[in-house]
Structure formats: C-alpha cells, structure tokens
C-alpha cells in the first residue's frame, strides 16, 4: 500500500500539536536553520512556520561531548517541568533531540521514560532512533516532522487494517517508504516520516521494473497526474537516492529517499493571467470540482479544459466511456479568463496553456537532470500517470530526447510499483574524521553492526538470507561543506581492507567532480557517515505483456477528429489501444485511446508497440 497521508498532513498542516525537548540553549535550533534560500533572488521570503512553535520548545540541562560521554548528566527534575508544561499546552506529540545522542541515547531513553509518566498519551519520537546522525538542524528537523506526522499516520495504518480484517483479509499490510523499499505497517507506525513520499516512490518503482524489463537502464521517469509532476532521475536501473538534504514541503527530512523532484503541474492545474502574462499552476481544480469539463462546477479553465479544446482528449472516451467530459463552458471560461485578457482566439489560448505547462515540466526535467550532471539528450524518457503521456512528447522535443518508453499500465504505476517492491533498510551511523584517519577495521566492524541491525529489522518478513543483500556506503565531504555525498565502499573480497579507503575517496573525487564539476583533490575529504542498505527480494508477479498483432493496424482504428498540431488543426487518426497489437507500427499525428490514458503521437514521432505492452516512441523531429 502507499499512502499520502504524511504528505498531506505536511500540505495542509494539521498534524500533531508537537512539542520538543532539546539540550539546553538549543531551544532555536530549528529556527536557525540552514543559509539555503528557496528563492535566492528574494531574500524576504520567510522561513516555514516551525513545526513546534517557541513557546512548545524547551531546553533541558544535559550534555554529551562529542564521544558520547557524560558531561553533564540529565536533570530530571527540569524534565519532568518541561513536560508538564507541555502537557498544559495540549502536545499530542513530543520530539526528542538531545546534542551527540546518537553517540550515546541513554538520556533520550530516560527522557521518553519520564514523558510516560508526565504525558502519557503523548506520541514520543526520539532522535536518535530516526535519524542517528551528526547535523543538528536535519537531526531535529527530521524528529518534529516524525512528531508531527506520527499521530496522523498511525490513525491511518490502524483505520486501514481495520477494515482489512474486516473484509477478511489475513496477510500483512506493507506499506512503501520514501527510500523505496517496503515495510510493515507496525514498523511504519513507529518511524511515520519513513513514509513521506510514499506514494509517488511507487511510481518510481514501477518504471524501473517497466523499463528493466524492456532493457532501458537510463532514463528519467516522469509522471503528470492531477495535481503535481514528479520527475526521477534512474541511472544502471536504480533512481537516485538523496541521503541528506531532503526538502520535503519547505522542511528538511535527513533520511535517503529516492529523490524526485515535483511541481505544481497536472491535467488540473489552473491557467490565469497575472500582471499581462499567462501562468499555469501551481493552484489545481484538484478532482473536486476538477476542470470545467468535468462538470462538478469548475469555473476555472485548466490544463484538461485546454487538452479537450485542441482535440487530444475524447470527451466520450475516458475510463471507456464511462466518465464523460462536457464541453459546456469550457470555450467560454478560456476566452473570458484567458484569451480576451491578452488579444487571442481561444484555440491560441488554450494551445498557450499547452506549451506553457509542457515548458514547466521540461524545465523540471533540465533541473534534475542538470543537478546530477547529466545530458538529458542522453536517456530515454518513461512515462506514466494519466495525463503524461498526452504531453510527453513535446516535452522529448524540447530537451532533445530521442526515445520514450510508454507503458500500457502506465496509469497504475504506482500500484504497480508496490507489487514489485522489495524489502530495503537504511541504516547509517556518524563517523566523523579526516579521511586519513579512517581505519577499515573501524569501519568494517561498523558495516557489521549496521547490517546486523538491518538484519533484526528484516527478520519478521521470514526471507531466506540469501534473499537479503547489503551495499555499503560511505559519505565524504569537503573541509566546510554542509552537505556529504555517497559512494559505494571500496572492497577487498567482502570487507574493506589496506588502501580501501583511499579507492574510496578517489570515487568521491570522481562523484564530485561529475555532478559539479570540480574536485578539490588537493584537499582531503572528511570521512562523515557509514551506511548500509539491505535489500530483501520478494517474489515478484508476472507482468502484463501485449498479445501479438494478428490483423493490420487500420482494424484498430476508431475514428478520426480535428487535433491541434503545428499550428493547425488536422484530421488525425484515433485508434482503440484495446485492439492494438504487439508489433503494430503508428506514426504521427495519431492519437490513442487506451481505456485510462490517452497517447498523443505528435508529427514525426513513431510509435511501436512491443511484446510487454509498452510503446516504444522515437522522436524524430525537433521542436
């Protein structure tokens, strides 16, 4: 199962009343933050509003030095007052983030203790059981999110086996984390910031094992829903997963998660004039009322109301007939809204909406695609969610991008993703110093513990241990800089040995240098995390595949309508997908109409459909 509930709660910002308890004179950690700007050419814009406003935090006398070792121990008798006051103020959630606890979390255990007695239908989540690392904004910003959403998530979980077991379902509920793996719903339960991005890393999932099936290994995944557009770098099979800096709706989650980047573009995204130019989004008609067309009562014209008006969209046609679009209002509210504020016909307006959102995906894709280094005219393009694939292709144009893979199943990606998912476990521990300085007897007896941990974690699933693999990983970073990146540890055999981690800082060089552009080779890097990831393969189910094609292409068309294309409106071929086969060849202008998508082929594109249900699209014109 994958699930938004985190997310939303984040969104909407009605999670948990929260408070935090943090070493004293640490109480605004939180709201001095990091120098990252979102908007570096507007320094005013303000920070997000903290999870737990000032007068819920409170610092309390303890201190660990940097080994771990008692400095000065707990008081309990401040504790025990902090608590109290927050129990006065309501908390339904307490986040805990005590200096250097990740070396040494005898004072946070306590302190959860003492929150029992105090504040005992508080939810406690405690640092260094979810994020046991050095920084200490991430390290707090990461326990308030968990706080915060935790309450929330648990509900959810417990509501949904609920129902399950009414409906005499016997198995375990899995639930898909941010880092791509699946876990338990007791595990999710207790670690709920695990489960921001859940939803959208099905997706992801789904692509890779898509595309690993068609033999694609480089590619970026794209999905255009409703609302938002999410984009995913995936290079030799595997997407790119962030291990720090995670900015999940304005806050910072320290975990890894595969990273995707997402905006505010989707069929529902509204289209408006602001200050004399035509925007589209981020705002969305969301499913209720939806886009004019849907007829619910939007009186806003959106990216679906344009896509109808220019003739890729079937009014008759979504889910196979049954939801049925209208065109009442649709011309009318474009040219009232759109067209007359800025002198166009509504066919010019709607095509401006068009090429604008397409110009906010494909900038999203130069994004990700820039931040890692990477030649976007060197991957192919996989797309899913419902509306991509109308708009994928000239998105292809416009970066260059020759190929694109469009599954079939394409609009239940993200179920699919869940279907194929494995087990995967992060576990990472501070180890902070010169590279030099690093011993791999340190570092393996480290690996073991973690994967130990990982180990126990994974125990309940039952898995064979040869199901169960690990990949160790260590983070470097340059003298002064606030973010690590990773790189696979050098080994010898299965462990490091002499001269491992001098390979290793040299595939950190490398990184370096590829995503941006420069190594300081000259400098030595600091050794700052040591990471596992297990991975425990499930059993995976067959994949759909498409029947060979055993009449010719003409029997699988439907009709033909006027579609906008290269500034005019043609008489374009639309085939039923139902009745197209593997092997059939369509080129472009066409349109076809599977049962929840609709594939727009744009002129010069071409389009075969191969053995596993997938049309493989060249793009062989520019823009």
């Not at 289209?271 to 705002?283: F, N």
């Not at 993703?417 to 576990?427: E, I, K, P, Q, T």
């Amino acid at each position: 199962h994958g699930t938004t509930t985190a997310d939303n709660t984040m969104i909407e910002m009605n999670g948990a009343v929260t408070g935090l308890v943090t070493t004293q004179g640490h109480r605004d950690t939180i709201d001095v933050r990091r120098g990252y700007k979102e908007d570096i050419w507007d320094p005013a814009v303000p920070a997000p509003v903290p999870i737990a406003p000032r007068r819920r935090r409170f610092g309390v006398p303890e201190r660990l030095d940097a080994t771990g070792a008692v400095v000065r121990p707990l008081d309990e008798v401040a504790t025990r007052e902090a608590l109290r006051r927050l129990r006065m103020q309501g908390v339904e959630s307490i986040a805990v983030c005590l200096l250097f606890s990740y070396l040494n979390p005898a004072h946070e255990r306590r302190v959860r203790e003492l929150a029992r007695e105090e504040c005992p239908d508080a939810r406690v989540s405690l640092s260094h059981e979810v994020m046991p690392s050095a920084p200490e904004f991430e390290r707090t910003s990461t326990t308030l999110i968990d706080a915060y959403v935790g309450p929330r998530v648990a509900v959810y979980l417990e509501r949904l086996g609920r129902a399950l077991r009414g409906a005499g379902y016997a198995g375990e509920l899995l639930i898909m984390q941010s880092n791509g793996g699946i876990t338990t719903a007791d595990r999710l339960a207790e670690r709920a910031v695990c489960a921001m991005g859940s939803g959208p890393t099905g997706g992801v999932n789904g692509a890779c094992a898509v595309a690993r099936r068609a033999g694609v290994r480089d590619f970026i995944a794209i999905d255009m829903g409703g609302t938002s557009y999410e984009v995913c770098l995936v290079r030799g099979g595997e997407p790119r997963i962030a291990s720090f800096w995670n900015w999940q709706h304005r806050y910072l989650v320290g975990l890894p998660m595969i990273e995707m980047h997402s905006i505010g573009a989707g069929g529902g995204s509204i289209a408006y004039v602001e200050a004399g130019a035509l925007k589209v989004g981020p705002r969305s008609a969301k499913a209720d009322p939806g886009p004019i067309c849907y007829g619910r009562g939007g009186t806003e014209p959106t990216v679906t109301d344009a896509n109808v008006v220019l003739g890729y969209l079937n009014p008759d046609a979504l889910c196979g007939g049954d939801f049925k679009l209208t065109t009442d209002g649709v011309r009318s509210a474009i040219a009232a809204q759109v067209a007359e504020p800025l002198g166009l016909d509504v066919v010019e307006a709607a095509h401006g909406i068009f090429r604008i959102v397409n110009a906010n995906m494909s900038n999203a894709i130069r994004r990700v695609s820039s931040q890692a280094g990477q030649d976007p005219r060197e991957l192919e393009l996989v797309v899913y969610g419902g509306n991509g694939p109308v708009h994928a292709g000239k998105q292809a144009e416009e970066l260059g991008i020759a190929r694109m893979l469009v599954p079939k199943t394409s609009p239940a990606f993200s179920a699919l993703g869940l279907l194929v998912a494995d087990y995967v476990v992060d576990r990472q521990r501070t180890h902070l110093r010169p590279a030099s300085a690093a011993s791999s007897d340190d570092v393996n007896a480290l690996f073991d513990a973690l994967e130990a941990e990982a180990l126990a974690e994974l125990a309940p699933a039952g898995l064979p241990r040869e199901a169960i693999s690990f990949e160790r990983l260590l983070h470097f970073c340059y003298p002064g800089q606030t973010f690590d990146m990773a790189v696979p540890a050098a080994l010898t055999g299965a462990r490091m040995g002499a001269g491992d981690v001098a390979r290793s800082v040299e595939a950190f060089h490398d990184l370096h240098e590829a995503i941006h552009t420069y190594a300081a080779r000259d400098e030595e890097p600091l050794l700052r995390q040591v990471r596992v990831r297990a991975r425990g393969v499930t059993r995976k189910p067959a994949l759909p595949g498409a029947a060979p094609a055993e009449a010719p292409l003409e029997s699988a068309l439907s009709s033909r309508r006027a579609a906008w294309f290269d500034g005019a409106f043609v008489d374009t071929p639309v085939y039923d997908g139902d009745r197209i086969g593997a092997g059939h060849e369509i080129e472009g202008p066409a349109i076809v109409e599977e049962r929840f998508t609709t594939l727009v082929l744009y002129p010069g594109h071409r389009a075969r459909l191969d053995e596993n249900g997938n049309y493989a699209i060249e793009i062989r014109s520019g823009r």
